[in-house]
């Protein structure tokens, strides 16, 4: 079963960095689109980016030129490095991919790590 954990959040400054970590697991040599939302308190879960296997990156314009996402695969790791943050960027941030039919997956079925926190501060 594909399983996702986040880490690397915490609290930073405005114009700090940060970066993310999410670690899948399930069988390695499946290759998954993955990407990143986030979801700050009464806020709706917003798309931040996106890396498909071939590393095509995708961004929100809200952290286009801050951020940016790269992966290891031989870790089986994601990760997310966001510069110049603003409070704005205050959330929790979740990995998510989507199931490909491989072995332990479902097809087209999401799958979300629990979160990590992200506090920005002026």
């Given at each position: 079963?594909?399983?996702?954990?986040?880490?690397?959040?915490g609290s930073a400054q405005a114009g700090g960095?940060?970066?993310?970590?999410?670690?899948?697991?399930?069988?390695?040599?499946?290759?998954?689109?993955?990407?990143?939302?986030?979801?700050?308190?009464?806020?709706?879960?917003?798309?931040?980016?996106?890396?498909?296997?071939?590393?095509?990156?995708?961004?929100?314009?809200?952290?286009?030129?801050?951020?940016?996402?790269?992966?290891?695969?031989?870790?089986?790791?994601?990760?997310?490095?966001?510069?110049s943050l603003k409070v704005e960027d205050t959330?929790?941030?979740?990995?998510?991919?989507?199931?490909?039919?491989?072995?332990?997956?479902?097809?087209?079925?999401?799958?979300?790590?629990?979160?990590?926190?992200?506090?920005?501060?002026?």
């Amino acid at each position: 079963q594909v399983q996702l954990a986040e880490s690397g959040g915490g609290s930073a400054q405005a114009g700090g960095s940060l970066r993310l970590s999410c670690v899948a697991s399930g069988y390695t040599y499946c290759k998954y689109d993955m990407s990143w939302y986030r979801q700050a308190p009464g806020k709706d879960r917003e798309f931040v980016s996106a890396i498909d296997s071939d590393g095509s990156a995708s961004y929100a314009d809200s952290v286009k030129g801050r951020f940016t996402i790269s992966q290891d695969k031989a870790k089986n790791t994601l990760y997310l490095q966001m510069n110049s943050l603003k409070v704005e960027d205050t959330a929790l941030y979740y990995c998510k991919t989507k199931g490909s039919g491989c072995p332990g997956d479902t097809y087209g079925m999401d799958y979300w790590g629990s979160g990590t926190p992200v506090t920005i501060s002026s």
